[in-house]
């Protein structure tokens, strides 16, 4: 999947919630800590085996460093549509979009 671009997030680990299991890939990737606001959306059906569930979340310590990817970046809600989304990504950007919500 090089060069395109994801939600930040991960596989839930056994015995570990979808919230936890942000809240950890968070830490993991991002070198951040996070406090979830609310769901966005349903369940997007990424393969037989795994769902895609999202999550507004606040930035409450860290500064966000790409340590598992290329890059990362800020998009503003004209920005939306500037990088190559990964096919699974793109329902919820169309609702990120559609809501105003980035």
């Given at each position: 999947?090089?060069?395109?671009?994801e939600?930040?997030?991960?596989?839930?680990?056994?015995?570990?919630?979808?919230?936890?299991?942000?809240?950890?890939?968070?830490?993991?990737?991002?070198?951040?800590?996070?406090?979830l606001?609310?769901?966005?959306?349903?369940?997007?059906?990424?393969?037989?085996?795994?769902?895609?569930?999202?999550?507004?979340?606040?930035?409450i310590?860290?500064?966000?460093?790409?340590?598992e990817?290329?890059?990362?970046?800020?998009?503003?809600?004209?920005?939306?549509?500037?990088?190559?989304?990964?096919?699974?990504?793109?329902p919820?950007?169309?609702?990120?979009?559609?809501?105003?919500?980035?």
């Amino acid at each position: 999947m090089a060069g395109g671009w994801e939600l930040p997030g991960g596989k839930v680990d056994p015995g570990e919630s979808d919230e936890d299991a942000l809240v950890r890939e968070c830490q993991e990737e991002l070198a951040i800590k996070i406090r979830l606001g609310r769901r966005i959306g349903g369940d997007w059906r990424l393969s037989e085996r795994s769902l895609l569930r999202v999550w507004t979340a606040e930035i409450i310590q860290g500064t966000p460093e790409p340590l598992e990817h290329l890059a990362l970046r800020w998009l503003t809600p004209n920005e939306l549509y500037d990088v190559p989304w990964l096919p699974g990504d793109r329902p919820v950007v169309d609702i990120l979009a559609e809501q105003g919500l980035t």
